[in-house]
């Protein structure tokens, strides 16, 4: 229950904050239970690349968004207005407000200065810019369409707009702020939620995470990176993505949004609502060496977990269940494998608690990867079953990663404590530890 310090005003750290609402905009999956049921499953839903050509990106495979209408999800928006909002804008609009129905949080149910809206993008309204700009940054070639002849061009370029267009929609009064912290903003963003909640600035927080990286300019950016970043699968898109395998040789780009309702959980119980689980802590760290890298011992990564272990008042023995980054790189999975080496020393590895990842479903959504796991975790602990890692059973695992990564299909078990990996460029790591409601 809530401890308030009458001196102060604030709520104590001894409150809980709930997970009551999910909603997702992502490849496939509009609600929560089609969403469960793909990374239950590990059910794929990369494809084809459609929204940009091949030829112009080298690459095959993408998980797109395709036939979206958020005239379903947004009955109250004009198409005067809609006419005017990016697709990730409106994808991004569409999430919160299936997070709020499913939350059961209705507009009168709350006082909208008391709810806050964090979001997470790494890299803005790229979709939009590209549509605008062709790659020698001429924005008005005679045969191209022009972009700036209404108000609303301001609105699409604005990275924090989706963000703000959802509170205008929704009546959130309270903070509303976007992040940029590439793959761990979603982590971030759902620990300053709880943070305000905890600190009585909110009682609830919509958290979002939204990314349409599927253009020319974000796939040339990654390719120049190397081998073993960009899947370069031609011919079976649900084999692209293969964490922790052998043969692996990176991730596909995945677009969407997911959003997820944080709320008190003394004010979620007095209307009645139980929510899916408890966030209970949330620990970042920049480990301040090479830009693109990232510790390979194990051991920064252990210590993060450790430290929002504590936060939580747990340790390592009573975790049930790392929902990993997954990013089927050779350094990311190796990592979080040694990771696991160094959290549970002397152990063998066939009782350390198993790591999943489902990157191979929709995909990596950069800013909105967090959100994405964040959700598979939650659900992961309502439901009392693990997420499957897609494409691990069938292929032959790296000897370093030849641990419990659930290659066999979901699995139903008791799930108490799970914690949820996070890893970004900028030498960036982050554990977000959640709990059973």
Known sequence: MAVLDENTGRWGREESVLVTGIGVMLPGATNVKEFWQDVRDGNSRIGFLTRCEPERTGLRMAGE???????????????????????????????????????????????????????????????WISGVLDESGDAERADRPRHFDDSGAILRGMPGSPATLSAIYGDVQGLVTTLSSACVGGQHAIGFAAELIRAGSADAVIVLGYEFPLTPLVFKSFKAMGDGVLSAESSDPSRAVRPYTRDREGFVFGEGAVALCLERESRAEARGATGYARVLSHRARNEASHPFGMDMSGEVTASVVREALADAGRVAQDVDWFCGHGTATPKNDLAESRMLGALYAGRPRSSWPPLSSVKPVYGHLLGGAGLVNAAATALALHHQCLCATANYADSVPDPECDHDHVGDGARETDVGLAVSLAFAIGSQTSALVMGAA
């Open 65 to 127: 968004l395709r036939d979206f209408d958020h005239r379903k999800f947004l009955p109250e928006l004009s198409e005067k207005f809609a006419g005017r909002y990016t697709r990730d804008a409106l994808a991004a609009m569409s999430a919160v407000e299936e997070a709020r129905r499913d939350a059961g949080l209705g507009r009168g149910d709350i006082d909208p200065r008391r709810l806050s809206l964090i979001a997470s993008s790494s890299r803005g309204p790229l979709e």
